[in-house]
């Protein structure tokens, strides 16, 4: 379902992200769907850059220990993975994705979760 649904277009490589800057709201207005105002963080590397195409560009995260990293997104907003999930979804795929389908892609995370001396992380 990660695949099918596009996630690994940008969350790519052995750490699942963390190699590009991506547009937040590709495909719907991420600040709209929140609920808020625009913010000056949500312009992201924009206020680093200055360059007009970094506007709402995040570096997209690493999905490895994301169960363990909350809360989610460059405003906190999202307090949980299936939040995550299901924005992420809406707002760069342009498309919710089934209670099922949702379920399906946390669960996927929840794996990526690692160990050390026998110890989750």
């Given amino acids: 379902m990660f695949v099918e649904k596009g996630c690994a277009t ?4 052995e750490l699942l992200g963390g190699k590009s800057y991506e547009v937040m709201g590709r495909r719907a207005d991420y ?3 929140r609920g808020d105002k625009l913010t000056d963080a949500d312009n992201g590397r ?3 850059s200055k360059d007009e195409k970094d506007r709402r560009a995040f570096k997209v995260p690493t999905l490895r220990n994301v ?4 809360p989610y997104f460059h405003d906190g907003s999202k307090r949980t993975l ?6 992420m979804a809406t ?3 342009g498309e919710p994705l089934s209670d099922g389908d949702t379920q399906d ?3 996927f995370l929840e794996t990526l979760t690692g160990e050390y001396n026998g110890k989750a992380l």
Avoid: M
């Fill in 10 to 13: 940008c969350h790519v490589g």
């Fill in 67 to 70: 169960a363990k990293t909350f």
């Fill in 31 to 33: 600040a709209k769907a």
């Fill in 46 to 48: 924009y206020n680093v």
């Fill in 105 to 107: 892609v946390v669960k």
């Fill in 91 to 93: 707002c760069q795929s």
């Fill in 82 to 87: 299936r939040e995550a999930v299901d924005a």
